[in-house]
């Protein structure tokens, strides 16, 4: 029997319970307890430890330890900031939406104990600005909170105070990389700052700022509930832990899944959402892990979901969004698609991102026209040869990885479409 | 004047950040949908409350995509064309849309109701094809729904309905 549904969620649990948005429900269950009894007997150093035992890996794309990002933070220098990153523009990635909707206040217990754990004092949620409903939400269930006394000034009568705010963004990708976020919550343009100083040591108003996403906080209540062992017991050895990953696209039942980390893409896509849509049509490529991660192909299908296991595969798990289609979809459009957003996005700070996703966007947009030039195939490779490694921030990479994905995998049918 | 009228808004907002600087965006969300759109006279007037130099508040206007600094409908409706959505029935809305509203992406109704864009991905790529009207979502836009949602968004308009081109009361 194929495994399609955790018994125990640990970032989703308004899964199994109904309401857990309501702060009587969520409390019912325990929540904010954890917290109480961080705040009350632990040491944060103790918190901080539990952390990086547990393996929890930052839920944001780059996979950092948590608990080692928290230990970068010079404890002397105040006031530090603890920032959540509810940015999740990157397409095909929706779990954030749903933690945020659905499950707020496992959120703002985890953003209590993290930042305890690092010496915060005041917590802003950065949160893209098209989560206008999720912004209101999540305003009014720290209001709930701050009215029960967990959140404001000597929380659970520990002595700590901590303030939280709801920031929105105003609709850009780019401040979602934890820079060019600290850069526009100062209200400034989001673009990114060279590193280093990292933001552990210079961040927000120059003061040491941890950035966590908001799944990898919602982690941590369970993680310090019930300790760094039991975390262990989900996920692989280096990969521990579940995953909120998103699946969209042609598979019969898109959506979020939170999975132990480690089932394959295969169990992921046939087991856990269904297979594909029409079993007549069958899958021609998957975007595994947000437009900006490289394309795998039916031949990858046993790779499973671990941060090692993608990399060896030649991509990333990334923002946990597996973006399925079949076989009715034109590889250049895709392309196109995925190139347009990256030159949307592209800040324009450096010039071999801001020029190079304007070319490749041209090129596509030619071939995908039927005016595609016999050497367009070569073009778009050495226009992605000249930004790779060479933007300012990961950005004009990302916008990479299509071009030679599609190159890769379907040259023949890309050169058809010049013809 | 924008900071009179929306004095105990703006004066919380400046209360969360030890910068006045850091409270742009969020006061910019009020003056546009204070004004309809954020115009030079917005722009400057948002600048002299936060002491910020003019050109600063033009560039961040021009910077994020949610702000508009030209004329926009009573509804901006936003659909998502962004992989996958473009091969889940976006295209399919995109064209309903025009062909009933009776404007190409990027431009507003001879009547002003509403403003129809392209955006890229919006976070509910399980949902497609999807919208967003005002900031709030649609699930599952299929042309045959189209009619119904814009009768229901234009009787908001005529019931005199709080409307927030910035999302600012968005209820879902
Ligand atoms: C272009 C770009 C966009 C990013 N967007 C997001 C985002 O929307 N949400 C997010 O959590 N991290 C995003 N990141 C990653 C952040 O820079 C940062 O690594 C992350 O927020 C750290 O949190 P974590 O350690 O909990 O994952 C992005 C990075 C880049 C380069
Ligand atoms: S691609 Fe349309 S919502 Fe994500």
């Keep these: 029997m194929p ?32 917290a109480r009894k961080a705040l009350t007997t632990m040491s944060a150093q103790a918190i901080v430890d539990e952390v990086k035992k547990s393996g929890l890996r930052g839920r944001g794309g780059a996979g950092f330890p948590t608990g080692v990002k928290w230990g970068f933070v010079p404890r002397e220098i105040f006031p530090k900031y603890l920032i959540v990153n509810a940015d999740e523009s990157e397409p095909g990635t929706f779990n954030n939406h749903e933690i945020i909707d659905h499950n707020p206040h496992q959120l703002i217990e985890g953003i209590i104990i993290s930042a305890f754990a690092i010496g915060a004092n005041t917590a802003y949620i950065y949160i893209r600005g098209e989560f206008a409903y999720g912004a209101r939400l999540l305003e009014q269930k720290i209001a709930e909170a701050r009215a029960k006394g967990f959140v404001g000034k000597n929380v659970f009568e520990s002595g700590f105070d901590i303030e939280i705010y709801v920031h929105r963004g105003a609709g850009a990708y780019i401040c979602g990389e934890e820079t060019a976020l600290l850069e526009s919550l100062e209200g400034k343009i989001g673009q990114p700052r060279l590193k280093p100083p990292f933001p552990a040591v210079a961040g927000l108003y120059a003061k040491p700022t941890v950035v966590n996403n908001v799944e990898t906080l919602t982690n941590v209540p369970r993680i310090i509930e019930k300790g760094a062992d039991w975390y262990r017991t989900f996920g692989t050895e280096r ?21 132990p980390l480690g089932i394959t ?79 949307h996005e592209s800040c324009g700070k450096c010039a071999p991102c801001r020029e190079g996703t304007h070319f490749l966007v041209k090129v596509w947009e030619r071939i995908d ?21 060479k933007c300012f921030c990961p950005l004009g990479d990302s916008a990479v990885s299509a071009v030679n994905s599609a190159v890769k995998f379907f040259r023949d049918e890309i050169a058809a479409q010049i013809k | 004047m924008l900071y009179e009228k929306y004095r105990d808004e703006i004066d919380a907002i400046l209360a969360r950040y030890p910068s006045k600087r850091s409270a742009l965006l969020p006061v910019l969300y009020i003056a546009q949908d204070a004004y309809g759109r954020l115009d030079d006279a917005s722009i400057r007037e948002v600048a002299e409350i936060l002491d910020l130099p003019y050109t600063d508040v033009f560039e961040v206007v021009g910077f994020y995509t949610l702000f508009y600094n030209e004329d926009v409908g009573k509804f901006v409706l936003d659909v998502c064309d962004d992989v996958p959505c473009c091969f889940c029935g ?57 009619p119904a949602l814009l009768e229901d968004l234009r009787r908001k308009v005529e019931s005199g309905a709080q409307i927030s081109i910035s999302g600012r009361f968005a209820e879902h």
């Design chain 1, 369 to 389: 026209e039927g005016h595609g030039r016999p050497d367009d195939i070569e073009l778009l490779s050495d226009v992605g040869r000249q930004m790779l490694g």
């Design chain 2, 90 to 146: 976006a295209e399919e809305l995109v064209a309903d849309l025009e062909q009933r509203l009776k404007v190409k992406a990027g431009y507003t109704t001879d009547d002003k109701m509403f403003t129809l864009r392209r955006v890229k991905c919006i976070a509910a790529c399980d949902q497609a094809p999807v919208l967003q009207a005002n900031l709030e979502f649609h699930y599952k836009v299929t042309p045959d729904k189209v």
């Design chain 1, 239 to 259: 990969s521990p832990g579940t995953k909120a990953v998103s699946i969209s696209g042609h598979v019969k039942n898109p959506g979020n899944y939170e999975i």
């Design chain 1, 3 to 34: 495994k399609t549904q955790l018994q125990e969620h640990i970032v989703l649990r308004n899964r199994e319970i109904a309401n857990i948005a309501d702060i009587a429900v969520y409390t019912q269950h325990g929540g904010y307890e954890t």
């Design chain 1, 265 to 343: 893409m295969r169990e992921f896509i046939y087991d856990w959402a269904g297979g594909m849509r029409d079993p007549n049509v069958p899958l021609k490529f998957i975007i595994p892990g947000g437009a900006s991660s490289s394309w795998l192909t039916p031949e990858h299908l046993d790779t499973p979901l671990t941060w090692d296991d993608m990399a060896a595969a030649g991509t990333m798990l990334g923002s946990g969004a597996v973006v399925v289609l079949d076989e009715s979809v034109s590889v250049v459009k895709a392309a196109l698609r995925v190139d347009e957003f990256f030159k």
